[in-house]
Each structure stands twice: as structure tokens, then as C-alpha cells.
């Protein structure tokens, strides 16, 4: 498994800002979490759905791919941190992170 973290710079107050996804070996979306503005985020798994959290049916493409939109930062993450974020539904990023 692989796990990401995307920042997506924009506005509009009901979008989530941070999305984290955990990809098989494919790159399709196993669960995805997407976290607001207010730290709580809503999550999505092929049996569980919360919020407007929805997996995506086609497989992502690589960070290179995806960051080359000026809209997304991303790195690949820990399966600890996206296990955390996972359990809570809460995210708040550390001051200074942009990515």
C-alpha cells in the first residue's frame, strides 16, 4: 500500500483542503479521508461512506502527475499518520506545513 497526502489551495469553504489517500498497488483509492478548514474530516472506504467523501473508480495518478497543478502540493506520507488521522477524523496541520 501507498499513502498520500495533498494539500488542494483554493477558497471555497466546503471543500476540504487536506486529502489523504491510501492507494493499492494499482494506484486506485483503498480509503480516502478529506479534511476541512475546521480540522474535521469526513472518510470513505468501499463499505463506509461519510459527508461527501467518496472513492474515486479509475486509479490515481502518480504526485509527479497530480502536483503539476498549482491547486495541489502532495507528498507521500506514513501508514501511521494516515492510521491517525483515520481513527480521529480530525487534521490539523502543523504550522508551516504547505505541502
Same mark, same amino acid.
Given at each position: 500500500?501507498?499513502?498520500? +497526502?495533498?494539500?488542494?489551495?483554493?477558497?471555497?469553504?466546503?471543500?476540504?483542503?487536506? #486529502?489523504?489517500? =491510501?492507494? /493499492? @498497488?494499482?494506484?486506485?483509492? $483503498?480509503?480516502? #479521508? =478529506?479534511?476541512? +478548514?475546521?480540522?474535521?474530516? /469526513?472518510?470513505?472506504?468501499?463499505? $463506509? +461512506?461519510?459527508?461527501?467523501?467518496?472513492?474515486?473508480?479509475? @486509479?490515481?495518478?502518480?504526485?509527479?502527475?497530480?502536483? +503539476? /497543478?498549482?491547486?495541489?502540493?502532495?507528498? =507521500? #506520507?506514513?501508514? =501511521?499518520?494516515? &492510521?491517525?488521522?483515520?481513527?480521529?477524523?480530525?487534521?490539523?496541520?502543523?504550522?508551516?506545513? /504547505? &505541502?
Amino acid at each position: 500500500m501507498k499513502y498520500i +497526502r495533498l494539500k488542494w489551495n483554493h477558497t471555497n469553504p466546503d471543500e476540504p483542503v487536506w #486529502i489523504f489517500s =491510501e492507494l /493499492d @498497488p494499482t494506484g486506485k483509492e $483503498v480509503r480516502k #479521508i =478529506e479534511c476541512f +478548514r475546521s480540522g474535521f474530516c /469526513d472518510v470513505a472506504n468501499a463499505q $463506509v +461512506r461519510s459527508g461527501t467523501a467518496a472513492l474515486t473508480t479509475l @486509479p490515481l495518478p502518480p504526485l509527479s502527475v497530480l502536483t +503539476r /497543478d498549482p491547486q495541489f502540493r502532495g507528498v =507521500e #506520507i506514513s501508514p =501511521e499518520e494516515f &492510521e491517525q488521522v483515520w481513527a480521529t477524523r480530525q487534521f490539523t496541520a502543523p504550522e508551516g506545513l /504547505d &505541502e
